[in-house]
Structures are given as structure tokens and as C-alpha cells.
């Protein structure tokens, strides 16, 4: 309902005499850069409380967003920036003049595809040239990681096929691709892996994914959870809260989570003093609201995992001594509470029950892609035939067109 509002409102605006521009985010801006350069009034930001502010750190390069300006392009209406793939930031001119601050859930569709081809180099660059989709050929590839050794068992002419979910924004794919179920054959012998509750399990039921992290600080305390999307009941607005916070004393240690190499220890706006770690496959973790680094810990330094790295505190935008912990996979924030202290998982009783229907089915599924070598969309294909003039905002240009 509330989101089916906001669509009509956006249209609304964007069709009375304006051009909105799409562009991606720059590599190493800040929002409160962005508001300076679009001669945008910093208090803008300077007015945001301290959840908002740590938000505003999560505006991912490359990401796209759209800026709406009026027909003479003297001033700007409207700003959309996504900060993940369900929230995005809506400044709004009022007739005054005045600019407003809001979250709102971005507007998208999800299409379900599936397709089978058969390998001629590499699983990746195969997936790619048939699908021209880079981000799927990666999570692909990221699946099967701790499972099938694409380098040594694969074989031309093997087969892979698989079933995934892509969302699209304004008729655009956006977002990173979902693999609900995959199969890939090493001389002609099937693997399966099926999504199943947000993780990897293969047909006996055994999660594939094995990355191991540790907690952060020793007792663990949590004060403020994970949350992509909520509305506030009482601010009456959308929050998110894209990590975990943990209550501490100042001065106790903070741990790394996974060994890793430090790709930034410094100073990030609301996030006060923030250690950022970058572990294989994909994985980031931050640290922030520190008290201070532990010495000789700076960018480009290897820990293990398990090591201090720092102490926690309550720089930048905090009420109280905590650790604000963030795990990022690929970019994209996930729930750290759902990864630590967790080993490899299997399925018991009613779960598995349940997860053996549904991998049957998918099974099937795959099994029938494959045997047909149904081919995929491209996905420019996918852009184009999903899109309709009623869901895209008036006079859309690209910047780099
Ligand atoms: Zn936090």
C-alpha cells in the first residue's frame, strides 16, 4: 500500500516539467560532498540524527541514482540514492524552496529466469558472453565456491544450468543476482546446490558455504540489530541499520572477525574512527564508533583472524560506548548475527523434510533446463521487455550516453 504511494507521488513530480538524470555514484564521494557539488544546503546532512548519518556512509560506488531537475535546470526537485537494495534516500524541494531528508523502499519487480549452456572455456566467462551479466556470473561462481573445483574436474562440453531471481528498478536490472538453484556437471557427473533460508545446501542437505568468522569482542551484548528495511512505528519512517551494534566498555578490545588485509583505518563521518577489513570470497567487515586503533594497525596491514585490532568506543555519531560490527559480502551488507561463531551447518528433521521437497523440485527443474539447453535471456533482453513507459520517470538521461 504505502509503497504503491510513493510511486504515484515520484511520477507526479518527475512529470511536470522536469529531466531527471541517472548517473553512478563516484568512486570516494561522500553525501556530504554530493550536497556540495549540486549547490545542495549542507544542513541537509548537518540535520540528520546519528542513525541517518551512519547511513549516509553506506552509499556504495557505482550504484545508480537519479537526479531530477526543473525544465531551465536552475534547481534540482529531487534526488534518489539507493544505500542497499531495498532503502534509498529521497530529498525533495518543496515549493518554498525548502529541501526535506527522507528514507523510502525502492520501488522494484522481481523476475525469476533460468537457462542451461554448455561450458566452452570457463563457467564465468561462458555465463557472462551468453548472458552479458558480469554480477551473475560471479555469484555463479561464488555458490559453488567451497564446492566444485572449476579449474581441475570441468571438461568442454559439460553443462551448467541454473534458476535465479534478478529485481529491476525503473525497467533496469539493479541489485546483485540471486542463484535460488544451479547445477554444474565435471565430465558429465551433476553437483547441485539449492538456496535454501539464505544459504547454500547441496542435495544430501549439507551447506556448501564453510566461511568461518569469530566474534568481534568476547561478550557479545546486543543493542541494536540488523535491519535491511523497518518502518519506525513511533518516528513513523523507514529505517535500516545495516550492521550490528554491540555494547562494551570503552577501551575493550575489538577483535578481527576473519584474517584479512586492513583496507582502511581512519576517520568516516558518522562512523566515527572505522577499521575496514577485506577477507577471500568477497567478504568485508567494519568496525566502527573506536576508541582508538591498535598501534601499527593502518592500511594495507595483514591480520589473523582473532587478533586486536582495536578498542572500542564512542567517536562519531553515538550516544554510548558500543561497536557498530558490519559484514559485507560483495558489497552488500548482511547480517552479521546470521555468519559468526557459525560452523558448517546440516539440515535435521522437519527443516530437512521441507528442504528435500523443495530441492526435488528444483531439481527437476534444472535437470529439464539442462537436457533442453533452454538459453538465456540477455540481459539487455530482460531490461527491455520488462520495462513500460508508466514505470519510468519522465525524459530519462544518462549521463554517460
Ligand atoms: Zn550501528
Known sequence: MIRAVWLILILAVMSVGSVTQRAPWPQGESFLHFLEHNNLPQS??????K??????????AGVTYYVTRDDNLTHIEQVLIPI?????IHIKRDEKGN???EMIPILYEEVTESFAISINYSPYSDIKK?????????AFVDAFANSVDFRSGLQKGDKVSLVYTEKLRLGRPFGMPVIKAAMVQTRKKPHYIFRYNGRYFDDKAREVESFVFRKPVNNVRVTSRFTLRR?????????????????????TPVYAAADGRVVYAGRLGGYGNVIKIRHRDGFLTLYAHLHKFRSGIRRGKYVKKGQVIGYIGSTGMSTGPHLH????????????????????????GKTRKEFIRY???MKQELDRVAESLQPPRRLDDISVTKMSIEDLPQKVANKND
Open 44 to 49: 541537509i546532512y548537518w540535520n540528520l540524527d
Open 51 to 60: 542513525e541517518d548519518k551512519e547511513l549516509c556512509e553506506e552509499i556504495r
Open 84 to 88: 542497499n537494495e531495498e532503502l534509498q
Open 99 to 101: 529541501y526535506t531528508f
Open 130 to 138: 551468453a548472458t552479458n551479466n558480469g554480477l551473475l556470473a560471479k
Open 231 to 251: 518502518w519506525h512505528p513511533v518516528l513513523h519512517r523507514y529505517r535500516a541499520h545495516l550492521g550490528v551494534d554491540l555494547g562494551g566498555r570503552t577501551g
Open 325 to 348: 560490527f558490519g559484514l559485507y559480502k560483495n558489497g552488500r551488507p548482511m547480517n552479521p548475527l546470521g555468519v559468526i561463531k557459525i560452523t558448517k551447518k546440516r539440515l535435521y
Open 359 to 361: 530441492a526435488k523440485k
